[in-house]
T-cell receptor
Framework: QKEVEQNSGPLSVPEGAIASLNCTYS??????FFWYRQYSGKSPELIMS????GDKEDGRFTAQLNKASQYVSLLIRDSQPSDSATYLC?????????FGQGTELSVKP | DADVTQTPRNRITKTGKRIMLECSQT?????MYWYRQDPGLGLRLIYY???????NKGEISDGYSVSRQAQAKFSLSLESAIPNQTALYFC????????????????FGPGTRLTVL
């Protein structure tokens, strides 16, 4: 089992819909979780971090963490074509970040 | 000016050549990282450094070496480049939010696209 797993996609949603991206992790001791967005050919940029069980909202983005089930998700409300990118889930481990393989999101106008 | 810079941004080279990719940062962070990215494989860690005297291998260090010349500079070398090292390479920096080893946000450079013919 990979340490951090994501569906590679592509996930396609219509403009204005909710996009739901999921990530599971294997280390039960993990305390913090990150979502990065990466446009094609560009570097990853942090969009959300979450440390506690439950939801964390930032504008159109909501991160959801369930430590008992070992998953973290990212919801994007009112999806826009500019949200089309690859979304990477990352979990810290010993001073490093372990990344999932990323989920490609396509928002169709 | 960008906080994390990488040079060169693009490089085409031939099999067997020695290549150096450079990373500089003005964020004042102690921790620096080198990743490679291949389609469908996400980001894979090559080497990382927690300070100038600390160098650690990542999951795919074979065929690579690094040098931490200063807090702000971390270079990646391919001693004898081969075609399967063709990839997008990223440098990143971070500063621990908590001093127990958990890392906080990583900030990425713009990347170097390397092609080995």
């Amino acid at each position: 089992q990979k340490e951090v797993e994501q569906n590679s996609g592509p996930l396609s949603v219509p403009e204005g819909a909710i996009a739901s991206l999921n990530c599971t992790y294997s280390d039960r001791g993990s305390q913090s979780f990150f979502w990065y967005r990466q446009y094609s050919g560009k570097s990853p940029e942090l969009i959300m971090s979450i440390y506690s069980n439950g939801d964390k909202e930032d504008g159109r983005f909501t991160a959801q963490l369930n430590k008992a089930s070992q998953y973290v998700s990212l919801l994007i409300r009112d999806s826009q074509p500019s949200d089309s990118a690859t979304y990477l889930c990352a979990v810290p481990q010993g001073g490093k970040l372990i990344f999932g393989q990323g989920t490609e999101l396509s928002v169709k106008p | 000016d960008a906080d994390v810079t990488q040079t060169p941004r693009n490089r085409i080279t031939k099999t067997g050549k020695r290549i150096m990719l450079e990373c500089s940062q003005t964020k004042g962070h102690d921790r620096m990282y080198w990743y490679r990215q291949d389609p469908g494989l996400g980001l894979r860690l090559i080497y990382y450094s927690f300070d100038v005297k600390d160098i650690n291998k990542g999951e795919i260090s074979d065929g690579y070496s690094v040098s931490r010349q200063a807090q702000a500079k971390f270079s990646l070398s391919l001693e004898s480049a081969i075609p399967n090292q063709t990839a997008l390479y990223f440098c990143a920096t971070s500063e621990p939010k908590y001093r127990d080893g958990d890392t906080d946000t990583q900030y990425f450079g713009p990347g170097t696209r390397l092609t080995v013919l």
